[in-house]
């Protein structure tokens, strides 16, 4: 088989990622593509996709605080869920300023990381 | 009646300016970890950073390279990259009517799609609207490009430099997923049905997990979460 050929080459990491990574991702893209297609911009079926594409974020985020992976592990789970917290609350508090809510909740999360790491 | 190139050219400006004020720089620092992770595998710097090119999706490519360190099957690794990214759909759906044109071939449409990704489609939901519909794509253009350009940049980074950083940071740059997408997503919620949508993906998140398992649960939380924050917010419109 060609795919086990390739596995043994310079090219495997390429090849890899192509086939693995890159396809499997895209195909949504392409998906979305196709499925927009005559759908006008206010149509109600774009507000349903909005919502679970909205829903779906929220998700990714929870996951990721919740069953966080690598270094972020370490870090306890108040300590996680408060950054996001004390981001979003610096976020509104100065007129959705972005810096501020990545700033304050970077600078609790670190800070937290670095004490746990200390103690 | 194409317009003329010089006012495109200003408006990918005002987009790669948009990016460079700051969204551009989480996502490239939220990236760093990935040229580790392709390191580790002992994949090429240019592999790592195709990765970001191509991939375009943080966590698709942490999946993909963790699972090559675990020796997961590749067939494996596939579903599960394919999984994470479903999102992907429903963002590609929502965007792309924003950004239609005149002559629009179906290659700039795939395009278009291919920069989709959480910072960008968020960002963009949110600024659009107030860009002329005739300048919104170079916009756009514009905007995704500085971020991948510079997040490929930081892959390349990453790839020599993550192992050397203490824990605390390494923690406080896989945090920026998360929080960026949390603010980003939030920014841009406007109606009662938006925010609905937002606290029902949070609540079902380890419900669908449970339910589901890892890698459906994520599609269960869009499907249930989003519809009903649909109907609700469907409902409290029509009352109005």
Known sequence: MSLADAAGSALWPYVALIVFGFLPSEIWRVLGVVLSRGLSDTSPILVWVRAVATALLAAVVAKLVLNPS??????????????????????????????????TGEALLIGAAWWVGQG | MAGPSWQDRSWLWQGARAALSFPAWTVALALLGVGSLARDVGHPIGAAMMSTVLIWAGPAQVIFYAGLATGMAPAAIAVAVSLSSIRFLPMTMSLLPMLRRPGQGTGEQLLVAHFVAVTVWSESMRRLPDVPQEHRVPFYFGFAGACLLLSTVATGIGYHLMATLPVALAAGLLFLTPLFFTLSVTGGARRAADWLAIGLGFALQPIMLAGLGDGLDLLGVGLVGGTLAFLVGRLSEARR
């Open chain 1, 70 to 103: 690598g270094a972020l592990a370490a870090v306890p789970l108040l300590a996680r869920a408060g950054g996001i917290i004390a981001g979003a609350a610096a976020f509104f508090a100065t007129g959705r300023n972005l810096v501020a809510g990545v700033l």
